[in-house]
């Protein structure tokens, strides 16, 4: 049967702790010549649970020569079920599932993997898959002759490969491109090798760019290591990764001018695909801001999208840890002129439940849990190390929340439906605000405190396919 490619929300997720780990012979690639090497590894996890459905996460990483188109087929041994599906299209008749390649991922080089996601039902129990074949040949161990590669004798990489998709080239290619990207951790296009950020040195004021280690690849801390020994740094500049010019300065004296100061360079030490790479770690009175009403940052009631990585151990109440579209004017210019994640403690209507911290909607004059200022009892608190968070609007009559553990899972929808009364249409300003809120910081603090490690604002409506794949690929990013 055909199955339907939209993913199912789910009230509730549990971890679940199944995972099945095949180191495999037999990849081959359509019309490959019958000396190629072939090898795979498969790494099959059931990612949550939950009364009668499941989500799983398949990795396959490639041991033998490249392959520029792959299926891959497995069947079902209790009667399970795949539902939605993600990052591959996927077909199942009976027990029989058959997994293949989108247009972004169908070339897998040698030692490169790919993974895609899907949602299951089952009944009973539900067992992992004893076997799987790709591109029709049984996985049975090892690389077979002649050999060009070893097959791993630990674990598959769940990282990408250098090269691979980022978050910007996924929302690229379901329509949506980034008009602006910031991270202080790695790469959000597959092809960007440029700055990441700027650190600014106490001990003489001199500055230095901290760049990508490779193409598509992490941050160079060692970089920043070296260049801030035996002296305090403070970040002073995120550089867009677009082409755009979107660069975050800090607000404050030296910066693009306020009352607010840089935040530290190294207060919090990571790793992301194995490497090492610093926050963006705001522990209050420091914010980033850009004018991007000329350079690509929707405005008015067009529609946008975003995400962002930040953390659910670093938060406060104070308002407000924002990423997102502000004012140009850095004042609170009224009803719809901000739409911007929110991610903190903050109960700004009342009524909520727990205590947080909660991915929010910062629309200026308030903080949306959802449709309202009632409680949105389908709000859940995010307190995992690392967090996505996405928003997206389409300016006139819809908005959507959704949440994630940035290291494994999938998005839970918090809202999706109708825009707050008075909120439509959006009157959206332009501007780019991280670490504060709007109306910070020209000569007022900054009281919120949070961290970021990744994000990005799109153009246009991002269908949630989009946003599923954006999240698969943090996940498979590797934040540690």
Request: with cysteine.
């Given at each position: 049967?055909r199955?339907?490619?939209?993913?199912?929300?789910?009230?509730a997720?549990?971890?679940?702790?199944?995972?099945l780990?095949?180191?495999?012979?037999?990849?081959?690639?359509?019309q490959?010549?019958?000396s190629?090497?072939?090898?795979?590894?498969?790494?099959?996890?059931?990612?949550?649970?939950?009364?009668?459905?499941?989500?799983?996460n398949?990795?396959?990483?490639n041991?033998g020569?490249?392959?520029?188109?792959?299926?891959?087929?497995?069947?079902?041994?209790?009667?399970?079920?795949?539902?939605?599906?993600?990052?591959?299209?996927?077909?199942?008749?009976?027990a029989?599932?058959?997994?293949?390649?989108?247009?972004?991922?169908?070339?897998?080089?040698?030692?490169?993997?790919?993974s895609?996601g899907?949602?299951?039902?089952?009944?009973?129990?539900?067992?992992?898959p004893?076997?799987?074949?790709?591109?029709?040949?049984?996985?049975?161990?090892?690389?077979s002759?002649?050999?060009?590669?070893?097959?791993?004798t630990?674990?598959?990489?769940?990282?990408?490969?250098?090269?691979?998709?980022?978050?910007?080239?996924?929302?690229?290619?379901?329509?949506?491109?980034?008009?602006?990207a910031?991270?202080?951790?790695?790469?959000?296009?597959?092809?960007?090798?440029?700055?990441?950020?700027?650190?600014?040195?106490?001990s003489?004021?001199?500055?230095?760019?901290?760049?990508?280690l490779?193409?598509?690849?992490?941050?160079?801390?060692?970089?920043?290591?070296?260049?801030?020994?035996n002296?305090?740094?403070?970040?002073?500049?995120?550089?867009?990764?677009?082409?755009r010019g979107?660069?975050?300065?800090?607000q404050?004296?030296g910066g693009?001018?306020?009352?607010?100061?840089?935040a530290?360079?190294?207060r919090?030490?990571?790793?992301?695909?194995?490497?090492?790479?610093y926050?963006?770690?705001i522990?209050?009175?420091s914010?980033?801001?850009?004018?991007?009403?000329?350079?690509?940052?929707?405005?008015?009631?067009?529609?946008?999208?975003?995400?962002?990585?930040?953390?659910?151990?670093?938060?406060?109440?104070?308002?407000c840890?924002?990423?997102?579209?502000s004012?140009?004017t850095?004042?609170?210019?009224?009803?719809?002129?901000?739409?911007?994640?929110y991610?903190?403690t903050?109960c700004?209507?009342?009524?909520?439940s727990?205590?947080?911290?909660?991915?929010?909607?910062?629309?200026e004059?308030?903080?949306?849990?959802?449709?309202?200022?009632?409680?949105?009892?389908?709000?859940?608190?995010?307190?995992?190390?690392?967090v996505?968070?996405?928003?997206?609007?389409?300016?006139?009559?819809?908005?959507?929340i959704?949440?994630?553990?940035?290291?494994?899972?999938?998005?839970?929808?918090?809202?999706d439906?109708?825009?707050?009364p008075?909120?439509?249409?959006?009157?959206?300003?332009?501007?780019?605000?991280?670490?504060?809120?709007?109306?910070?910081?020209?000569?007022?603090?900054?009281?919120?405190?949070?961290?970021?490690?990744?994000?990005?604002?799109?153009?246009?409506y991002?269908?949630?396919?989009?946003?599923?794949?954006?999240?698969?690929?943090?996940?498979?990013?590797g934040?540690?």
């Amino acid at each position: 049967m055909r199955l339907t490619h939209h993913p199912r929300h789910r009230a509730a997720l549990i971890a679940a702790a199944t995972t099945l780990t095949l180191t495999t012979a037999g990849l081959t690639a359509t019309q490959l010549p019958a000396s190629a090497a072939t090898g795979c590894a498969v790494s099959y996890t059931v990612s949550s649970s939950w009364s009668g459905g499941f989500g799983a996460n398949v990795s396959v990483t490639n041991l033998g020569d490249p392959v520029s188109n792959w299926r891959l087929t497995w069947s079902f041994g209790a009667g399970q079920t795949v539902t939605q599906f993600w990052n591959a299209t996927i077909t199942q008749t009976g027990a029989a599932v058959t997994a293949a390649n989108v247009s972004y991922n169908g070339t897998i080089p040698t030692g490169g993997s790919t993974s895609f996601g899907f949602n299951g039902s089952w009944t009973g129990s539900n067992p992992a898959p004893t076997s799987f074949a790709l591109n029709g040949t049984t996985c049975t161990g090892g690389v077979s002759t002649p050999p060009t590669t070893t097959p791993p004798t630990s674990t598959p990489p769940t990282t990408p490969p250098p090269g691979g998709d980022g978050p910007c080239d996924i929302y690229a290619a379901g329509g949506t491109p980034c008009v602006a990207a910031h991270s202080t951790t790695r790469a959000l296009f597959r092809a960007y090798s440029g700055r990441l950020y700027q650190v600014r040195r106490a001990s003489d004021n001199t500055t230095r760019d901290i760049s990508t280690l490779s193409p598509g690849g992490p941050a160079n801390a060692a970089a920043q290591d070296s260049f801030c020994a035996n002296t305090t740094c403070v970040i002073t500049w995120i550089y867009d990764q677009t082409t755009r010019g979107n660069n975050l300065g800090y607000q404050g004296a030296g910066g693009i001018g306020g009352a607010v100061q840089p935040a530290v360079a190294n207060r919090e030490a990571i790793t992301v695909g194995g490497a090492k790479a610093y926050s963006l770690f705001i522990p209050g009175n420091s914010s980033y801001w850009r004018d991007g009403h000329l350079t690509g940052v929707p405005t008015g009631s067009a529609p946008e999208g975003m995400y962002m990585v930040t953390s659910g151990t670093h938060v406060n109440s104070g308002c407000c840890f924002d990423y997102g579209n502000s004012e140009t004017t850095r004042r609170a210019d009224g009803a719809g002129a901000m739409d911007a994640i929110y991610f903190g403690t903050s109960c700004w209507f009342g009524g909520c439940s727990g205590s947080g911290p909660w991915v929010q909607a910062d629309l200026e004059w308030g903080l949306y849990p959802g449709g309202s200022q009632t409680w949105n009892p389908n709000q859940r608190a995010f307190t995992s190390k690392f967090v996505t968070a996405t928003l997206k609007n389409n300016g006139t009559s819809r908005f959507a929340i959704k949440g994630s553990n940035a290291q494994s899972g999938n998005l839970y929808t918090l809202y999706d439906g109708s825009l707050p009364p008075g909120y439509s249409p959006m009157k959206k300003q332009g501007a780019i605000i991280l670490g504060s809120g709007g109306d910070c910081c020209i000569d007022n603090k900054n009281q919120s405190v949070g961290t970021f490690y990744e994000g990005a604002m799109v153009a246009g409506y991002p269908s949630d396919a989009t946003e599923n794949a954006v999240q698969a690929n943090v996940v498979a990013a590797g934040y540690r």
